[in-house]
């Protein structure tokens, strides 16, 4: 049986303990197919195949949830002693991890074996993986788009059958942006809910967090379940879900829909049209869904809050590269993108950061009151569907610009920031939010264009309540709502 022909990881894992495949046999077939297959999508930035064979003979699977099940780490943070780790980044094309981190042991705990790294944009910080290092990762679909950022190499290495599920992590929308252009299951967890540390703890200052891209619900639903944790040391404390809550029928539910962008850009006929099959199937069901004309937050004053803490932190990140390397960092160093943001943190006062994260407290206490009158949010994953490479280029002024940055004052910064995302913005507008809310959010595979181009549709629920969003999930793919 080749790896493509197993339909999720948990069909994996239960060969694996019922004996009726052996782990090696799963990273044998999963590395062929890697092989065959990477040449076509450019999603793999570095294996470790021998000592994958190796565990496969060797670690003890038994009563492991995903017992032998063979992925890839996303090639930003989730870090493995020894391994390479290069966030898509030149400075780091020779570094190894030191440790691995509390995510990846997590993994190991669960029985995964682990073969390479999956690529990513530059630290993260696009929707669509164009790492100059490693080059852009295709979307199987149509090689001339991109997969999406920044868990594309993950999102790719799962949509065209290398593997079920990948590791993947989210800032902005990084596990939904590609969920929704490949067709996969996206999900981002509450803030607090995975592992995070020992190296980071507040990533983004908990706008980022760790989970997966899968190909089932039940996958989707298990991997939380065993993943999460109620860890105190982390600065942000969850009560872990009861398997009750996952698993209990789901009673009638208040969703609000809509398929406004939240910055006022344009959304495509098909990103509209899913949102509104994804409604009806959730109308089906007995929920209440009801489209709202406006936005529980204001979207552009969102997104420049997110622009200037993404600003803040690089700046803080550069700061620890620099004492670590014994330099400061020139433009030469990194990629143009990376340079202006890098620059742009250097000018913002604290005071203005620290009204920028009491914002992000009024944004949670205005969903939670947006809550208390609709259990979900419904609106489109992304604008439209996977961008063909370079579309996002950009000019040759702002490039300019971007390249003598820091002779600019912080508030010009910041325009140029926005000016130097706005196009690729306007195409992914609606994963944002949650990641400063810290919300759970998930995007569905419900359509695909009359190109087959897939596109998803995003729920967001309460803080805490991933529970309703996986039933809601399982019922949609019980009704084979997915395409």
């Not at 004492?323 to 203005?352: H, N, Y």
Request: with cysteine.
């Amino acid at each position: 049986m080749s790896v493509n022909e197993w339909s999720d990881a948990t069909a994996m894992a239960e060969a694996v303990r019922n004996k009726t495949v052996i782990p090696r046999e799963l990273v044998k077939d999963t590395i062929s197919e890697a092989e065959r297959t990477n040449t076509k999508i450019n999603a793999i930035v570095s294996q470790r195949y021998e000592k994958a064979l190796e565990e496969a003979e060797t670690r003890d699977f038994s009563d492991k949830p995903f017992a032998g099940v063979p992925i890839f780490l996303k090639d930003l943070g989730q870090e493995q002693a020894g391994e390479p780790s290069t966030a898509g980044s030149r400075l780091f094309t020779s570094y190894r991890a030191k440790e691995t981190d509390n995510y990846v042991k997590k993994l190991e705990e669960l029985g995964f074996i682990i073969l390479g790294r999956s690529s990513t944009p530059e630290f993260g910080f696009k929707n669509i993986s164009d790492a100059q290092i490693h080059g852009p990762v295709n979307l199987p679909d149509d090689v001339r788009r991109n997969a999406g950022g920044s868990s594309g190499g993950a999102a790719a290495i799962v949509s065209s059958g290398i593997s079920p599920l990948a590791p993947a992590s989210d800032g902005g929308g990084s596990i939904r942006i590609p969920a929704s252009f490949n067709g996969l299951i996206g999900l981002k967890p509450t803030r607090g809910r995975l592992p995070v540390g020992p190296g980071s703890f507040r990533g983004w200052q908990g706008a980022s967090v760790q989970f997966a891209l899968t190909k089932s619900v039940r996958d989707t639903k298990r991997l939380l379940y065993h993943m999460q944790t109620c860890q105190m040391e982390s600065p942000f404390i969850l009560p872990k879900l009861a398997k009750e809550s996952l698993e209990q029928p789901i009673r009638p539910l208040k969703i609000a829909f809509s398929t406004v962008s939240p910055i006022s850009g344009k959304v495509s006929e098909s990103a509209i049209t899913a949102t509104k099959k994804a409604a009806r199937a959730l109308e089906s069901h007995g929920h209440h869904v009801h489209e709202i004309t406006h936005q529980p937050l204001n979207g552009v004053e969102a997104m420049q809050s997110y622009y200037i803490m993404n600003s803040v932190e690089t700046a803080a990140m550069f700061d620890g590269i620099e004492a670590a390397l014994g330099r400061q960092m020139t433009l030469e160093d990194m990629e143009l993108m990376t340079w202006a943001i890098f620059q742009s943190g250097q000018k913002i006062p604290a005071k203005v950061y620290s009204k920028v994260l009491t914002q992000w407290d009024q944004y949670s206490h205005q969903m939670a009151n947006f809550h208390e009158s609709y259990d979900i949010l419904l609106t489109p994953t992304v604008a439209d569907v996977a961008p063909k490479h370079g579309q996002f280029a950009l000019s040759e002024s702002l490039q300019n610009q971007l390249k003598h940055m820091s002779e600019f004052d912080w508030p010009k910064q910041q325009e140029l920031i926005w000016d130097m995302f706005s196009d690729s913005l306007d195409w992914t507008p609606f994963t944002q939010q949650a990641n400063l809310t810290g919300q759970p959010s998930i995007s569905l595979p419900v359509y695909r264009d009359g190109q087959g181009l897939s596109l998803g549709v995003q729920l967001t629920a309460a803080k805490g309540r991933e529970d309703l969003l996986l039933r809601l999930a399982q019922q949609m793919e019980e009704d084979s709502v997915f395409s």
